[in-house]
Every structure is written in C-alpha cells, then in structure tokens.
C-alpha cells in the first residue's frame, strides 16, 4: 500500500487538492457571489422578442400575479364590508343540458343545481357597489363520479381573467374504511380509503397552492355576470359568495388580546396527536406510512408497523388532512410537530394550519418545515432562537387540525422562473432564424446586430435567475443545496453568452437543454412533501420531546435489521400460506402496485373462490429470474408483469399452457382488442393475456395552431398533412415532435412499428422464418420514419413536455405519460391543449390506416403448475373489468394520477377518471391497436431497426443499402435460433423439449 502510494502520490495529492476545492467552493456560493458584480443591466431596455406577437403563450390569460400586478399599477385596491350570497337555483341560464336541481342532498333542506355533465354551466348574475378587489367561494356536494377532485372554471362577464380561473379544484373528502389489517407475519398493511359525503365550503383558491390567500378578482361597480363550468366530475352547488377580501389579522395583532380576554397558559398538559391517525383527507393518496427510526411512535422492530403519515405522496399544493384533538382545559397552548423532511435538499416545504376551520393568524399561512436529513421537532412560530412558539387560545373540548399543502413562498418565483424560460424559448427561435436550424459554428452571424437588445436580455435573463437564487437563501435554503445548483448553471451559461454572443450558434444544444432543466426545476420545487409522525399540543411549561433517537437505540435498530435481513423473507407479500394447496404467484412489479394486488386477492378471490394465493415480488427489470426457476423446475404456477416479448421465450420450450385449452379462453379474449393478443401467438396456440398497454396519440396546442391559421379540422390526420405542417413551424421557429429515444436502443422497433403497419406490412413473413423488412411496403415506411429526420430535420431528441408548454413543439406524436404531465402539470394550458389519434396513412378506401401499438406487460401460466383450473380462474379474475377498475382506482389512490392504469382492458378503460373529449380520442386510436408478432431470433430485429436509424439518420446511408445489410443479419440469426430450436426439420413439441439458449 505504502509502495503504491509513493508511486501515485502526486496524483493522490492532486485528486485531494481537486476535492478540496471543489467543496470550498460549491460550499461558499451564495450570498457573496458576486457573478452578477460589475454587470449593469438595463432593466428599462425592450425585453420583448419580434416573435412575441407570434407567440401563441401570449396570448394566453395572465396568470394570477400578473393579473393583480397589471391592476395594483392602476391604482386597485380591496373593498370593505360587502358580502352577497346566491342561492344556487337563482341562475339567469344554464346549458341545454348536463345540469339537475337536486333536493335533501346531504340533510340540506331546499332545491339546489348540479353540474353533471362536463362543459354544462351556470350563468348567475350579480351587482357590487364600488370598483375594487372582491374574493369568491362556494359550498357543494360532491357526486359520485370517478374518484377524482371536483374542477370548476370561473369567467366573468364572459372572460377568464387568469388562467387559474379555468381550473378551480374542489376536493372530495376521504377517510379510513375501517382499521389497518394485518397478514399472518404481523405486517400492518392500509385500510382502503372510500369516501364520506357531505357539504364542505371552498374559497376560490389556486388548485396548485402557489399563492396563500384566495383568489382576488377585480370587478367594476355595477351589474355583472358570473359563469360557472363543469371541468371534471359531478357536483351540486349550494350557495355562491361573493365578498370584501378578507383581512386576517397578525400574531402579535391576536397576541395582544389575549390579556384583555383573560386568557391563561395552561401547566402540564403536552398530548400528542398520532399523524397516522388523520380522520378526513383531501386525497386517497394520502395514507399511513412505515419509518424505521426507534424513536417513531409507535415502533415494532420485528414486523411492518404504519406509524407516520403523508411522506413523497403529500406534495401537491391544496392537498390537505385533518386530525382530531381534544384538550381537558382551555387556555393557552403551543403547537407542533415531529416531522421528517428530506425531501427537497436543503430547502424547506411549507404547510397552511387551520383550527376548527379558520386560520388563527396570518403567520399560519405558511409554517415552514426546514430540510434535514433525520427527524425534527418543529414549533410552529419558534424555530428559530429568537422566537417563542405561538401561542394558541383552546377551549376545553375537541378541535379539529387542518394541515394543507402550500407553495406560495415559491409561487412568484417559479413563476419568475417559468416566463424567464418562455423568453429563452422565444431568444433560441429568434437566433434560429438568423442561423437556421444547422448553423455553421464557426460562421460570422453577427447576432447582436440582428437581434435586438440581445446582450441585455441575456443580462437581464442572468439577473433573473440570481435574483432567484437569493430569494432561495432568505427563505432558509441551505447553501450549497442541490437544488440551486440548476439556478447556478442557467445563470452563468446565460451570462457567458452574453460576453461572447459568437458561440451561440455551437452552444444552441447547451441552451435548449438548459431549458428542459429549468422545466424539470420548476415541476420538482412545487412538490413539497413532508413525513409526520405526531402533532404536539403542550403547556408552555412541558418540554418538547427529543426530535430523534440516540445513537445508542439507532444502532441497535441498525444492527437488527441488518441480522434479521439473512432471515426475512422480504418477496413474499401480506398472508402466506404453508397449505399445499397454494396458488404460487410471481408479480415483476414494485412492491406498492404487488400491495394492493395482494390485499385485492385476500378480500375478492380467496373469499369468492377458496382458492389461497402466495404473492412473491421479483425485480421487474430481472425476467431471468423467471427463466432460472423454470428450468430448476420451480417455476411459480402463474406470473404477472411479464414483459410482452417474454411468453414467446417460454411458449417454444413448451414452459407454459395454451390458454387456447380452455373451453371459455375466447369470451376471455374479447375483453381485448384483437391486435393486442398478436405477440402471445406461436405455433396454434395462446399463451398469455394482456394486463395493460401504451400507444401513442397525437398531442397538440390549440392555441398556437390557431396563431398559425390552422383550424381544428385542419391537425393532421395523416403523414403527408404532417410533412405539410413541418415547413411552416419551422419558418416561425418551431418544430414538430416524432419520439426517439437514442440510448435506449430497444425502443426503436415500437417507434418504426406505426410506419410499417399502417402500410399494411408485417415484421416478418413465413410465421417468422425470414424478415420482411426489405419488402417494399416496408421500404416506404422506412423512408418516411427516418425522412421526417433527414428531410424534414425534426429534433432527434427533446424533451417533448416542456418544449410543448413553451410552444416550441405545440404539436407531436407521445404516449399516454403525456397527457397525464398535461392535466397535472400545466395549469397554464388548461383548454389551450387536444389530443387526438395519431396520424395515418390514407388507404385506397380513403380510410386511414392509424395502427400502432407498444407491447407492455402480460400474465401466463406455466406448464408445471399442478393447479392449472385454478390458475386460468385467476387469470380471469386478475384480467376481469371489475378487477382492473378497482385495482386501477386504488392504484390512482395510493400514487396519484402519474400512475393512472392503462388497462388493457377495453370496459375497464372507460371507467377509469378520463375526460369525455380525451376517452373518445382514445377508443378511436385503440380500434387501430395492432401489437408486434414476437418471433425466435426476434431480438435481432429490435436490434438492427436501431443500427438502421443510425445508419441513415446519422451516417447518411442511403434506406435501401441500410435496411438490406440488416436484413441479411436478421435472416442469418433467425435461421440460427430455428435450427437451434429445431423449428425447420422437427416439430414444435421436439423441439421445445431440447431446450437451448434463449431466443
């Protein structure tokens, strides 16, 4: 060792110097950077771009801010002392249908209106006394519909006046069915979340949490008229207010009172409120949570134990949960929490806190939980030295604690830093128009004098994002945190360009991406999730309890996990059985999706069928785990979450059971499109069924093809209307977006698959003995995939989500992640966003051909299993409407929309929460479903259509040479793996028992 480092000392020494530095100096960027000294930026120049009459994202509504800000310069202010209240069923117009006067909801005595359908509407009219600032609520009652939060847009006088007022949330509310349940290994597992009706009140607020206070909205004096509009799901409305902006007082405003009111501290008294134990939630996703650290209350070192609440799932602005608390005297209390917040790097998350429905303060507007990587105990009002708790004035009885999450620290600054990447986007197109889209670098552009005001819009995009860096330090962000990092890169690069405007054209890859970064930054700072293990309300003469455990009982904690590792069984999933009558389950899916399958099969299938049921998890990236216990013949008797490309593997060794056996296997298949079965077919027979599915839809903004003069009849149908459309978003800066994923080889087949199909071709012909890939029906469909890259010049790789909210790629082909990012993400697009099928391929018949498809994941039986009746009666159940509906919502429930379930499952589909408009698009795109034939030797074809993209994309070959060089490769390993397999001279069954490498 000695010797060897006397060998490399000065590179040793060198490295540690590097590090040193490196740590130096990331830890001492903040308040003292002076990156932005000496730079005067003119803040009175002319920051708009020549484009910006042709950016269709101006022509958006405001938002909220700008909104107010754009009438404070006017002089607005708030009004005082008014309040008008409508009943409901006093409405001037409603639609022609989608609404019902609905009676006795809720106990509520009288008629009251329901928007049933979407798009229905009510129209009421309404007079305020002077011109200024008013805010608006309304109670309701939320209908049965599909789990999903109730969404309002409001205009006034005909006009949204911000875009926030086209999506006004109105949650449901949920609670606990019942108590936790335990498995026979004493792991607690959650009860299902339903839902409990009933009247609730709801201000007019941003659904996203970025701003604090309700929604204000400026009205002149006189007679107006007030729309609201059905969104998303049914729900009755009671009574509508309109009222003076309230004016809630301070701490030390309340504090001052309390003297005069007689109020006392109380001794003695510290009760601390279990988290897991929240009796209303706005969200089902919001649920008991398992922690590991000793001083967790309460603890089981032995077993699974759900002993905190809310953690990642507990981060959308407007979630909220509430817990019930009773104290035994009244008087003065303070109030806190042990939390865990390690979520956002070194910044904190911030909470509204109400009690009994009203916040005490202002200063509750915003609690704030600082970031540390272990537990905490925070008081609410006196986490820093200098400041006391807040004192809470409590009448003996019971109260009940609203928590609800809140962005609006951070509102103005993602905001600030959004429009900040809206004028990147706009710069970038405004150079593209000078360089074109493949400039030479080294050429002489003179971009200064060809864009106007170029340096000091880059300077004043540069202060921009330091201005956002200091605010960060002031609310408490660490420095040196990982998340101002991308603040750091966006300013320097920025400020570089603008010392040397020359290297923009070769640094345009650097600036674009630099975009997608701040898009990411953004979505990843409004998620502000925080873990809480108990409220705490104390006399102020207790002490508060220790935040975390000593190191002696972690540990200890440690140590045990680790000894008790050789021995848990950590696969197996809720109740295991030692019966020998057990149905062997293997599921490739993450342990949350394998939970609620599990407790899914012990209340429906086990109680319906008697049928017992073992569940084990397997890494769902590892499909040899499979393949080994199949050939050391203990194979599961069914396996869920197979990838679609696997059943072939197994079917060609004779490994699995033709589901064509059974005598009800085709009243089963009809629960799926036709073309979804296509790759589970070999030699005669079936041998899996499909669990779910992805396909691409076409995506595009209404908003920006309206600014280009093309209608909604005119968005593409077909390739050739696309490649019309390519020129003209080209000539004003934009581009067209077609998926391509470079370092993931693997899914170049699904990406060039809708090209060869929709030309009525095939991957291989002869039941797959030779690839058909140089078929001239395939030759076109090469041209015109790797043509909208060569010809056309589309990006070969962008991040499509941001570049479609920044209108630089208003129109592309994506999956159905997409829309799920859409309707979740983008508040600013709400109704300025379609989707539709993708395009096509006009036939002779001037039908267009749109097939696609996109294999997913599958359910087989294998060939050992000994209780083959039983597992095809799981396999029906598991594929049946009703499972995959429930199991679909309680999946939505426990993660969020983001892990909306794409049943493969056609009435399945159509219950779960999608919007009227968007299922339509759906349902017409899957009447074109058509997945791939999965063949022996068929990873060669994968393979090869991506060295194919390549060769000509990338290294100019002309389609023809490129595709025939693969073919041959294809041909030769597919003979390979026949002969292998004995395919060509002997019968499947021989040859199946011969086994060999996998194909």
């Known amino acids: ?77 708030d009004t005082a002392d008014f309040r008008v209240t409508l009943s409901s069923t006093d409405y001037l117009t409603v639609s022609e249908s989608g609404t019902s006067i609905q009676s006795g909801l809720g106990g509520q005595a009288g008629q009251m209106l329901a928007l049933i359908e979407e798009d229905s509407w009510a129209d009421y009219a309404f007079e305020v006394p002077q011109d200024g600032y008013y805010q608006m609520g309304m109670s309701y009652y939320a209908m049965e519909g599909k789990r999903s939060s109730i969404v309002r847009s409001v205009q006034i006088d005909g006009k949204y006046p911000f875009y926030q007022a086209k999506k006004l949330e109105f949650q449901r509310m949920w609670k606990e069915a019942g108590e936790p349940w335990f498995d026979n290994q004493g792991n ?23 701003t604090y206070e309700p929604f204000r909205f400026y009205v002149t004096k006189g007679k107006h008229t007030l729309r609201l509009q059905a969104v998303r799901e049914p729900a009755a409305i009671g009574k509508i207010d309109i009222y003076s902006p309230k004016q809630v007082q301070t701490y030390a405003e309340v504090a ?60 959308t602005g407007g979630q909220w949960a509430e817990w019930e608390a009773t104290v035994p005297e ?36 915003e609690i704030s939980f600082p970031y540390k990587p272990e537990f905490q105990i925070s008081k609410f009002g006196g986490d820093s030295e200098s400041k006391e708790p807040y004192l809470y004035y409590l009448e003996k009885g019971k109260h009940t604690i609203r928590m609800e999450v809140q962005v609006g620290a951070l509102g103005r600054m993602l905001e600030t830093i959004t429009d900040t ?129 000593g190191w002696i009982a972690r540990t200890g904690t440690m140590l045990y996990d680790f000894t008790s590792s050789f021995t848990k069984n950590y696969g197996g999933i809720g109740n295991v059985y030692e019966d020998e009558k057990v149905l062997d389950v293997w599921v490739a899916r993450g342990r949350d999706w394998v939970d609620i399958i599990k407790q899914m099969i012990d209340e429906d299938f086990t109680t319906e069928t008697g049928i017992k049921v073992n569940i084990n998890v397997i890494p769902a990236q590892q499909m040899q785990v499979l393949l080994l216990a199949s050939t050391a013949g203990v194979a599961p008797d069914v396996a869920l979450g197979v990838e679609g490309e696997i059943p072939i593997d197994y079917a060609v060794r004779n490994g699995l059971i033709n589901l064509e056996e059974f005598d009800d296997y085709d009243d089963v298949a009809a629960r799926f499109r ?30 920006i093809m309206q600014q280009l003069g093309i209608t909604e009849d005119q968005i593409p149908d077909t390739w050739q209307e696309v490649m019309d459309l390519i020129p003209i978003l080209q000539q004003n800066g934009m581009d067209f977006f077609y998926p391509h994923a470079p370092n993931n080889p693997a899914q170049a087949i699904n990406e060039f698959a809708p090209f060869l199909f929709q030309q009525n071709s095939e991957f291989y012909r002869e039941n797959g003995k030779y690839s058909n890939l140089d078929a001239p029906e395939a030759m076109q469909a090469f041209k015109l995939w790797t043509g909208l890259f060569t010809n056309f010049k589309i990006s070969k790789q962008a991040d499509f989500y941001n570049r479609f909210r920044s209108g630089e790629m208003p129109i592309g082909v994506a999956d159905y992640s997409t829309y799920v990012l859409l309707s979740t993400a983008a508040p600013e697009l709400t109704g300025w966003w379609g989707m539709k099928p993708m395009p096509g391929i006009q036939q002779k018949d001037g039908q267009i051909n749109r097939s696609t498809g996109g294999i997913a994941q599958t359910g087989m039986i294998f060939k050992d299993t000994d209780m083959k009746e039983e597992s095809w009666e799981f396999l029906k159940w598991w594929t049946s409407a009703d499972t995959q509906e429930r ?113």
């Open 421 to 549: 990447t809206r004028k990147m986007s706009l710069l970038g197109r405004e150079v593209i128009q000078v360089t074109g889209t493949n400039p030479d670098p080294n050429g002489d552009w003179r971009l200064e004098q060809n864009i106007a005001s170029l340096v000091p819009r880059l300077q004043l995009m540069a202060k921009s994002f330091d201005d956002a860096i200091k605010g960060l330090y002031a609310l408490g962000v660490d420095e040196g945190s990982s998340e101002v990092s991308t603040l750091y890169e966006a300013r320097d690069v920025i400020l570089s360009l603008s010392k040397d405007t020359a290297s923009i054209p070769g640094r345009m890859r650097q600036f674009n991406d630099l975009q997608a970064s701040l898009g990411t930054w953004v979505n990843g700072l409004s998620k502000q999730s925080l873990l809480l293990d108990y409220l705490i309300i104390k006399s102020p003469d207790t002490a508060w309890p220790a935040p975390a455990a």
């Open 188 to 210: 607690e597992f959650n009860p299902r979340r339903e839902e409990t009706a009933g009247w609730q009140y709801r201000e007019f607020r941003d659904s996203e949490g970025k």
């Open 256 to 315: 001052s009172t309390y003297g005069q009111k007689g109020y006392k501290k109380t001794e003695g008294q510290l009760i601390k409120v279990q988290a897991e134990l929240s009796t209303l939630k706005s969200d089902p996703t919001l649920k008991r949570i398992e922690d590991r650290e000793p001083a967790t209350e309460p603890f089981n070192k032995d077993s699974i134990v759900l002993n905190t609440f809310g953690g990642a799932s507990w981060r």
């Open 887 to 999: 199991f679909g919502s309680e999946l939505e429930a426990l993660l969020g929309v983001e892990a909306r379930w794409n049943t493969a499952n056609i009435e399945a589909l159509t219950r779960m929460p999608w919007q009227s408009s968007d299922i339509d698009a759906i349902l017409e795109q899957w009447e074109w479903f058509k997945e791939r034939e999965v063949v022996i030797g068929g990873y060669y074809t994968t393979r090869h259509i991506a060295n194919i993209w390549n060769q000509i994309v990338l290294n100019g070959k002309i389609p023809r040479e490129a595709v025939e060089e693969g073919v041959k490769e294809i041909d030769k390993e597919l003979r390979k793996k026949r002969e292998e397999f004995g395919l060509n001279d002997e019968t499947t069954e021989q040859a199946a028992s011969k086994g060999g490498d996998s194909p």
């Open 330 to 365: 009244s008087g003065l209390y303070e109030i806190g929490a042990r939390y865990g917040q390690w979520f956002l790097n070194g910044m904190p998350t911030q909470r509204t806190v109400t009690i009994d429905g009203k916040l005490p303060f202002k200063e509750m507007n």
């Open 674 to 703: 036709p073309g979804a079965l296509i790759p589970y077919k070999y030699d005669g027979g079936s041998y899996a069924l499909p669990e779910n599915q992805n396909f691409n839809m076409l995506f595009y903004r209404k908003d």
């Open 1 to 77: 060792m000695i010797r060897w480092l006397n060998k490399y000392k000065v590179t040793v020494a060198v490295i540690a110097a590097l590090v040193c530095f490196f740590m130096w100096w990331n830890n001492s960027r903040g308040y003292n950077d002076d990156a932005m000294a000496g730079i005067t930026v003119n803040a009175a120049i002319d920051e708009s771009s020549i484009l910006e009459g042709e950016d269709a994202s101006s022509k958006l509504e405001p938002s909220f801010n700008k909104y107010v800000d754009s009438w404070n310069e006017q002089g607005a202010a």
